[in-house]
């Protein structure tokens, strides 16, 4: 049923029917995805073509975007480390609207937010920072390719004709890393048709659009050390124009890799009242990268524990019990992601929102099956602010 | 039984201190505080001024430190702007490779403007009005950075202000807003500022309307946003500041844990990044450069402010010694009794010392709050020579405070010195014998040989060069030296003095007793009549040499406003409140202006600061650079209009031609003197962008400025920084025209325009002038006070020395009054003594002011103009004076035997 | 009292010149414990100047001056000035008493001088102020006292340090002859308690008279009387 509703709704808005109203209908099926929000942004439509590289760029009709970096990676020594950076672009001025003239090296029309953190299992230690930058001489990005940067840190595919990446990233003043990353798999598109729905607005979809599993290769300075590590990555670039409705609390997300040459990606929305927005979803990756998409009944996330952070005083639930199903096997199968260590939260100085961000090894029955990084946001005060 | 315990010389003193010093004060309470007081109020003069210099120089320093970090360096242009591409080049070069290198250097871009705060009405002043210096930031950074370092809401999220519907409310809507601007805490507090506030100002040539989005937020362990800044986002300042992908410099910051060695390597990294068009400073090279820039100006100040002091010293040594008269016997009888000289030397040295903790306690507080009001002063001449300063408040130092609190304790000490040795040797031998004569104290007449020996020194330093600090800034050492010298060697020979004014009086006391005794002592003064004559001859010589000073300095630049200022009407930005901002008028305003039907002849300045390397100096480095101003004007023009004042003529007329005068330039005096350059040198003048070769074709007087102009034809350089706007602009205007109408009409059309007719001009730059010398004349009327002081606690001790003469007097049947008119003789001669000496010797101090030490510090030639009306007033009025206060202490403060309980 | 060898005092051919005039011409006296010597003469006949000689106050042109054996031509003023602080005593016609200090604290200044413990100052000071009839004004400052009573406390403050020589220069010439009687009396008592040798300058011939032996100081040289 509820897939006949989709597909309608997707040939609706081929056709050009468009919904105004962003007013959420009180239960039952999502409405239909508006062509633009009210502040001038396009929203999102399914059964988008993608072309690439062009579209591992920037979006610039689009309010908000990330490109989303995670991985695991060890030194010669087997020392394991995890990695994130991640690069926001977040709109100001519609680009309709936007100074057209007013280019140069301040522009007032977008800003970036880069974080970057390494999470290093041999000491413990956890180090991040965070940057903040209007769209000019020290940020920016391509809309021909993927070429973004803040500072000295950056994303970008140095041969526009080979799918190959390069990370640079500065974490504070004496760490970062440099990788390069090589998908081992093709890339996918979560979300039913082409359109990753994140609650009852018609404004809140995003594309989202992932390589789930990269080879990783480069160096990483912490701590005083330079190590030369590999390891494997997942990389996210979703654009939007608005994530969070004002009934959403946060989201809980995990992206799995497993042993067995799989991956999983897992978002659960909560609500304000602390139950799970019927958004959340669920998609499994098989080995030739064809995702399958599972709605939010068919998965459960439940916290198998509690840790307060010191720094922001939010208690956030890890390690995390999650149950799906395996679509190959058809069986339930139920995973413990336990953190490296517990103490991976971003502060979230500049941003104004802390969130926990850390590696995780996948555990089935006590034995580890694969490594995740699992991010749970919204346990320190309000996420929407930042984000709407 | 009488023991070998004999306790130490200490022990002995302490005693003496207690048990008789400070019962003497007890007793007499007036003489100790009024002792003090003066003491006191030397330190306080000295401590204000020092207080006040610094206060003025502090706010020259970068405000960055106080917004975001303490930068580790600034690159500058060394003429004109950077270009914001500059920015991705510095960061491309300075990208560290991969993650091997530690840490990166944060590039802070900076634009920064001076504007006035909008004024309805008429022009006022020059020079005194408010100025803002505006900072613009890329607020966005400075955002991210301010949330880093824990400062909750950081910038963007103070502007609350809701926007209209369907716009974003929000953290960056203040980027969208190009007249948003943050202000001081204590400017929103005075002029009643909230988020939405607007705040007029004068921009160049425009009034614009800015408004307030919120308050610069700052944490408690930084130092507070100076009252006149504002800060907005820096492209919006790019754009109202007509600096269109411009940035006046970039503030770099290290990474925290780099050490010394470390910071070296990015200086030469930065350098060598930033290329030869720009100059890389450290903030402390920065502070010192408006350090340099006013350092010959704080000097002199601080040097008469050290007249108060040695004035106070004087003082104290006059009082101590008469203390040491009053107290004669009393010191016999102590001899006596057996206390051994070290031991009444001591006594009297602490309570010098005592002297000198109590007035440097007091004189460090009294200076604390006589700083808020010259610091006032200071900083207004600041603001209208150097650079925007409205300082209004001076904290006080406490490193300042204790050089202030040990002069005042050392000068008591050197000042006790002889009154403590005269005291130690008093004889014991004069209380035996019921005839025992008055014994007065060996006369020392060290003075007259020792004085002329000074006065030959001085002359010798007369002739001494200037000490020179890096950026060329000079001071006149050897200048002040030979001043002191001289003074100090004249008051020495200041007996002599006496010898011929106690000869010319001489007829005047011929039928009258009391005029006949006073000039016998005369005849043959005493010690201590000679310290009185020299404490009036220093007085009377400084007063006197700084009149004729600035009678010079008023005939020189009357004549040269008189010779230069010949337009009709001059326009300004009105925001040029302050001899650094650099505000200019649009070429459409100006263009319009000129092409109007009343004028018939026009002129346009155009003027930069710029960074010239001082290849020649003295004493600095290869590399030091000094900032001039480059100047284009219609050379032409000058040549028709106005008669240059030259030191050194062009040989010929190509200099003032278009055509021909692409590679010359003219200097000013001050220039010349500052790099030691003449006509046919070249000169290598930074410009926008790269640098030009001129060869220098002429040397002309310039008494507007000490730092050195460089003037070439304006179209020139015009094209050398590529822009078509000006600084003032000079208009002739046709016979028959109403100034004062066209300046109402012009006003009304440009308000954002200062316009000045000739005549107010010319008032303008008088009243400048005088105000810079408003601190000297207050300084001189103290030093003359408190001579007169001198004068008279002098008198007392002489008076008190005598008395069995006055007793005898008394007994001859002389009257009160007649005691009081022998006093005021003596005291009316003294002082003409002690004038005379002092005009004479004023003539030299002013000679030495005018040729050595202002030609030395400033470079200008000043000619010598001697005002003698007010030197011969003032030669009347001195003796007049110390007449009165001798007559005063005659009738009331002799202490005569007759007046103590038997 | 014991008589010892050494005199207390000695002038050996004391002269002293000031310039061209000659105002001492080699006088020479000795002078024992418990022994005084009145010096009188005319004004102008040196005996103010031989007074300074004797305290070491001034130095002969030739001759030496002697106090207990002890040459005072060899020593400097410190030397002088400890010497005058343990054995001498002086009390002046004008009194010359410190000005702020106390009746008693003026008597104690000696003490003060030779570390003399506070305790046993104001004791030795009690005592002597008592033996000379002003205790009960042990307070108040000399301006408040009457000539008789300033000359009483000098003369406690002379011989509270039991010197070995006092001198005593016209002490009752400021004083009326009532008074000047009590003052003698009471000089001669205690000067003979206290076993020093004693030299008093005056014109009054009851002055003199409460010494042993009597000089006379003409044009500069001394003659004695034997008594």
């Not at chain 2, 100025?131 to 949330?147: C, E, M, Q, R, S």
């Not at chain 2, 010959?296 to 009082?319: C, E, K, P």
């Not at chain 2, 306690?361 to 610091?375: C, D, E, H, R, Y």
């Not at chain 2, 602009?729 to 016979?735: G, I």
Request: hydrophobic share 45%; charged share 20%; glycine share 12%.
């Amino acid at each position: 049923m509820k897939i006949v509703l989709s597909i309608a709704c997707a040939l609706a808005s081929v056709f050009g029917l468009s919904v105004r109203s962003e007013a959420a209908p009180a239960g039952g099926a999502p409405p239909k995805l508006a062509l633009r929000t009210s502040d001038g942004f396009s929203v999102p439509q399914p059964g988008a073509v993608f072309q690439f590289p062009r579209d591992h760029g920037a979006h610039r009709d689009f309010k908000v975007e990330w490109w989303y970096v995670t991985g695991h990676c060890y030194g010669p020594a087997g020392e394991r480390y995890g990695f994130q950076s991640t690069f926001f672009r977040r709109a100001v001025t519609p680009l309709n609207l936007a100074d057209k003239n007013r280019g140069g090296a301040f522009s007032s029309d977008e800003i970036f937010l880069s974080h970057a953190a390494i999470s290093d299992a041999v000491t413990g230690r956890f180090v991040h920072s965070e940057d903040l930058a209007r769209t000019g001489w020290n940020a920016g990005a391509s809309e021909e390719g993927l070429s973004v940067f803040l500072g000295q840190s950056r994303l970008l595919q140095p041969d526009l004709n080979a799918e190959r990446f390069q990370l640079d990233a500065k974490v504070g003043a004496d760490s970062g890393f440099s990788f390069a990353l090589e998908p081992e798999k093709r890339l996918v598109v979560f979300g039913e048709n082409g359109v990753s729905r994140k609650g009852n607005s018609p404004t809140a979809a995003s594309w989202y659009l992932t390589f789930p599993r990269l080879k990783l290769s480069g160096s990483l300075r912490v701590g005083g050390r330079v190590v030369p590590v590999v390891g494997t990555a997942w990389m996210d670039h979703e654009i939007s124009s608005s994530q969070l409705a004002s009934d959403q609390k946060g989201w809980d997300w995990a992206g799995i890799q497993l042993d067995d040459g799989r991956e999983v990606m897992v978002y659960r929305l909560r609500r304000n009242d602390g139950s799970t927005d019927p958004a959340s979803a669920l998609s499994w990756v098989d080995k030739q990268g064809k995702a399958t998409h599972q709605e939010a009944g068919l998965f459960l996330w439940e916290s198998a524990g509690k840790w307060k952070s010191p720094l922001s005083g939010a208690e956030y639930p890890i390690p995390v019990k999650l149950k799906a199903v395996d679509p190959e096997s058809g069986k339930t199968v139920e995973w413990v992601l336990e953190p490296l260590f517990k103490e991976q939260e971003l502060d979230g100085a500049v941003s104004g929102v802390p969130y926990w961000e850390g590696a995780c090894r996948v555990l089935q029955d006590g034995r580890s099956v694969g490594s995740a990084y699992v991010e749970l946001t919204g346990y320190a005060g309000a996420l929407g602010r930042a984000l709407r | 039984m009488n023991g070998g315990g004999v306790p130490g010389a200490r022990t002995v003193a302490g005693f003496l201190l207690r048990q008789t010093t400070l019962r003497h004060w007890k007793s007499q309470p007036g003489r100790f505080v009024l002792l003090l007081g003066l003491l006191s109020l030397g330190v306080a003069v000295f401590l204000s001024m020092r207080l006040a210099n610094r206060a003025a120089v502090a706010s020259f320093s970068s405000f960055a430190g106080v917004l975001a970090q303490q930068s580790d360096a600034t690159l500058q242009a060394r003429a004109g702007t950077l270009p914001e591409l500059f920015l991705g080049r510095m960061q491309r070069a300075l990208e560290s490779s991969g993650v091997d290198a530690g840490g990166s250097v944060e590039l802070i871009p900076v634009v920064e403007t001076v504007c006035a705060p909008l004024k309805g009405g008429e022009t006022g002043q020059i020079g005194s009005g408010a100025t803002y210096t505006v900072l613009g930031l890329d607020l966005v950074a400075l955002h991210g950075l301010a949330l880093r370092e824990g400062l909750v809401g950081g910038w963007l999220e103070l502007d609350s202000r809701k926007s209209g519907e369907g716009e974003e409310s929000g953290a960056f809507n203040v980027l969208k807003r190009p007249e948003a601007v943050f202000c001081s805490k204590d400017l929103a507090e005075r002029l009643n500022l909230k988020p939405g506030s607007r705040l007029g100002v004068v921009m160049h040539d425009r009034n614009v309307e800015l408004e307030v989005a919120g308050v610069i937020p700052w944490r408690s362990d930084r130092v507070q946003a100076p009252e006149n800044l504002l800060v907005m986002d820096l492209p919006a300042l790019q754009a109202l500041s007509g600096k269109p992908g411009r940035l006046d410099r970039v503030e770099c910051v290290f990474p925290k844990a780099a050490d010394g060695g470390e910071r070296e390597i990015w200086m030469e990294r930065l350098r060598a990044a930033a290329g030869g068009d720009s100059t890389l400073r450290t903030p402390e090279s920065r502070e010192a450069v408006g350090e340099l820039m006013t350092r010959g100006f704080r000097l002199n100040l601080t040097i008469l402010s050290m007249l108060a002091l040695l004035v106070g010293l004087y003082l104290i040594f006059q009082a101590l010694d008469a203390a040491v008269v009053r107290r004669r016997a009393e010191i016999g009888v102590l001899r006596a009794l057996g206390v051994r000289d070290s031991e009444v030397r001591l006594a009297w040295l602490l309570e010098a010392a005592l002297l000198g903790v109590g007035g440097g306690i007091v004189g460090v507080l009294g200076g604390w709050g006589l700083a808020q009001f010259t610091v006032r002063a200071v900083s207004k001449t600041v603001n209208a020579l150097y650079y925007a300063t409205n300082t209004r408040a001076a904290s006080l130092h406490f490193g300042e405070a204790l050089v202030a609190f040990g002069l005042a304790v050392g000068c008591s000490l050197l000042a006790g010195w002889i009154p403590a040795s005269r005291a130690a040797s008093t004889p014991p031998a004069q209380l035996w014998g019921s005839g025992a004569a008055a014994w007065s104290a060996p006369d020392d007449r060290v003075g007259a040989k020792a004085g002329f020996g000074l006065l030959v020194v001085a002359l010798a330093l007369a002739f001494c060069p200037p000490l020179t600090f890096a950026g060329g800034s000079r001071f006149a050492l050897a200048g002040y030296l030979s001043a002191l010298f001289g003074v100090i060697g004249a008051g020495m020979v200041a007996g002599d003095f006496l010898r011929v004014a106690a000869w010319m009086s001489s007829p005047f006391s011929k039928n009258s007793a009391s005029r006949q005794i006073g000039n016998s002592h005369l005849r043959t003064p005493t010690s201590r009549h000679r310290w009185a004559a020299a404490g009036l001859l220093c007085a009377v010589s400084m007063t006197g040499g700084m009149a004729v000073l600035v009678s010079s300095f008023e005939k020189s630049v009357t004549e040269w406003i008189g010779r230069t200022l010949h337009a009709d009407l001059y326009l300004t930005s009105n925001a040029n409140q302050a001899a650094n901002a650099f505000n200019r008028i649009s070429p459409a305003t100006w263009k319009a202006i000129v092409s109007g039907p009343e004028v018939v002849d026009w002129d346009a300045l155009l003027m930069f600061p710029v960074e010239l390397s001082a290849k020649r100096s003295a004493f600095g480095e290869a590399d030091t650079l000094g900032k001039v101003r480059l100047s284009g004007v219609s050379l032409g023009f000058y040549q028709r209009r106005n008669q240059f004042s030259w030191v050194e003529a062009p040989k010929d007329g190509a200099v003032f031609e278009v055509g021909q005068n692409a590679g010359l330039c003219l200097v000013s005096e001050a220039f010349a003197e500052r790099f030691h350059v003449r006509t046919r040198d070249s000169l290598e003048v930074p410009v926008q962008g790269g640098s030009r070769s001129l060869t220098i074709a002429g040397v002309y007087t310039d008494y507007g400025d000490d730092q050195g102009v460089v003037m070439v034809d304006r179209v020139h350089l015009q094209e050398w920084f590529q822009l078509e706007e000006v600084s003032t602009l000079s208009l002739v205007l046709t016979t028959g025209t109403d100034g004062e109408k066209l300046r109402a009409e012009l006003k009304e059309r440009y308000p954002g325009l200062a316009v000045f007719t000739n005549v107010h001009l010319r008032g303008e730059v008088m009243r400048i002038f005088r105000q810079t010398f408003s601190i000297t004349y207050a300084l001189e009327a103290i030093g003359v006070l408190v001579a007169l002081v001198g004068l008279g606690i002098t008198l007392a001790s002489i008076l008190a020395e005598r008395q069995s003469e006055l007793t005898t007097l008394r007994a001859l049947g002389v009257t009160d009054g007649g005691i009081a008119a022998l006093a005021s003789w003596e005291g009316f001669v003294l002082a003409l003594g002690g004038t005379l000496g002092g005009l004479l010797t004023s003539l030299a101090l002013g000679g030495l002011l005018v040729y050595v030490i202002n030609k030395q510090t400033f470079g200008w030639t000043l000619q010598l103009a001697i005002p003698v009306l007010p030197l011969a007033l003032f030669g009347i009025l001195v003796p007049l004076s110390g007449a009165g206060v001798a007559y005063f202490v005659g009738r009331y403060g002799a202490d005569l035997p007759a007046d103590r309980a038997s | 009292m014991q008589a010892t060898d050494v005199p207390v005092l000695e002038c050996d051919s004391v002269c002293k010149e000031y310039g061209s005039l000659r105002v001492l011409n080699g006088v020479s006296l000795r002078l024992f414990a418990g022994e005084s010597l009145a010096l009188t003469g005319p004004s102008g006949s040196g005996k103010s100047t031989l007074l300074n000689c004797l305290g070491g106050v001034d130095r002969p042109s030739s001759g030496a001056v002697y106090l207990l054996g002890e040459v005072l031509s060899g020593m400097d003023g410190d030397a002088l000035a400890l010497l005058r602080r343990r054995r001498i005593g002086t009390i002046f016609q004008f009194f010359h008493l410190l000005p702020t200090l106390s009746v008693r604290e003026n008597v104690e200044f000696p003490l003060v001088l030779l570390g003399v413990s506070e305790d046993e100052r104001r004791a030795r000071a009690d005592a002597l102020l008592e033996r000379v009839q002003i205790k009960h004004r042990a307070g108040a400052l000399p301006s408040q006292l009457s000539g008789g009573e300033m000359q009483r406390c000098a003369i406690a403050r002379a011989l509270v340090h039991k010197p070995a020589l006092l001198l005593a220069d016209e002490p009752t010439g400021n004083l009326d002859s009532q008074n000047g009687a009590n003052i003698l009396s009471l000089l001669s008592e205690l000067t003979q308690e206290s076993g020093a040798a004693l030299v008093l300058v005056t014109h009054s011939e009851e002055a003199a008279g409460i010494c042993q032996r009597r000089g006379v100081m003409r044009d500069g040289t001394l003659s004695e009387n034997v008594s």
